[in-house]
């Protein structure tokens, strides 16, 4: 995999990553002076809000024994507008990985209400594919979705499904989290106006990429432009290319826990006699690259405890007294 382009604007450098020759993601490298129009709030134990500006988008609860997440989506019905709106001509114009990615890395970067701040992140361009989900029992494929950047990009589960989420939601982390998709406003309905107009682009095949951003807090996917589109696609039944925001952190070979069994595997395969050479050629190319950091999620939340009586208050007015879960929230 080699980085192919540099592109420096004011804020932040894009560097497009490539394998064998196709683009599977953007490398943002954020400056320490752009501010965040979208914050991640930490407001108290298990307790946190997303916020543009001073307008709270979605508060969440963490579990006691981190089982479950529950979340609160604003009744506002406005998009989030991260991202400026998109045309029709230019949906059919923009085709494949590096135009969108491009698109989605301007818009980022000139947008007042994108989550972006200080730190390395990754844009990374998913297309639909059927996975395995090992948990629970028994063991079953699914609709999933795949990416060809060897990162350890977050997976994603349930795309179609976010549309039929309630406004107020408890999803099970499992073993290895939730990693399914949640709104940030309420879908409109498929016969809207935007969505009909979408869904002629669905059924054409030129539906620009849903646009998600990965919260490690919670596990999940937030949807940060594409809500219409989503709904569009679903009401099609299609199934549409994703491009994942996700913050990380860079950790060498050394700091893995897999490095040694990793390293006694190559040294096997190279003393044993029958060990073709076009593999253990292969083998050369991988120790290369292993040697290469590798990104992980983390997701930076900005600490306020002075704000956890204002979350209070404001789950209890979203939920309206005497909701069944009310006190789950507030426990």
């Known amino acids: 995999m080699v980085p192919n382009r540099l592109v420096p604007t004011h804020e932040l450098l894009m560097q497009f990553r490539t394998v064998e020759d196709d683009v599977v993601a953007v490398e943002l490298d954020v400056g320490p002076e752009h501010v965040p129009g979208m914050v991640l709030e930490h407001v108290a134990p298990r307790r946190l809000r ?22 609160i989506v604003s009744r506002a019905s406005d998009s989030p507008s991260v991202l400026p709106p998109l045309r029709a001509e230019e949906a059919r114009a923009r085709r494949g990985p590096a135009a969108w990615l491009t698109w989605v890395a301007d818009g980022l970067r000139k947008s007042a209400r994108a989550p972006l701040r200080y730190g390395s992140w990754q844009l990374t361009w998913y297309v639909p594919r059927m996975a395995r989900r090992v948990w629970p029992l028994p063991q079953h494929y699914f609709a999933g979705y795949a990416s060809a950047d060897p990162d350890h990009a977050p997976p994603i589960e349930d795309l179609l499904a976010s549309v039929r989420r309630q406004r107020v939601h408890w999803e099970p982390m499992n073993l290895n989290g939730a990693r399914t998709v949640h709104p940030l406003r309420v879908p409109s309905p498929p016969d809207a106006p935007r969505v009909k107009a979408w869904r002629k682009h669905a059924s054409a095949a030129t539906l620009p990429p849903i646009v998600l951003w990965w919260v490690d807090p919670l596990s999940q996917h937030l ?89 209070r208050r404001e789950v209890r007015a979203a939920l309206g007294p005497g909701h069944d879960h009310l006190a789950a929230f507030l426990g």
Request: aromatic share 8%; glycine share 4%; proline share 6%.
């Open 50 to 71: 997303l916020v543009v500006g001073d307008a709270p988008l979605l508060w969440a609860r963490l579990d006691d024994c981190l089982f479950d997440v529950g979340t």
């Open 223 to 311: 949807v940060l432009d594409g809500h219409d589109r989503l709904s569009a696609a679903a009401a099609e039944g299609t199934r549409p290319d994703v491009v994942v925001l996700w913050q990380c952190r860079y950790l060498r070979p050394e700091d893995t826990h897999d490095r040694r069994s990793y390293i006694e595997g190559y040294e096997q395969a190279h003393a044993r006699s029958t060990t073709p050479l076009e593999t253990k050629r292969a083998l050369n190319r991988s120790l290369a690259d292993w040697h290469r950091p590798v990104a992980y999620p983390l997701t930076t939340s900005v600490h306020r405890p002075r704000h956890a009586e204002r979350w």
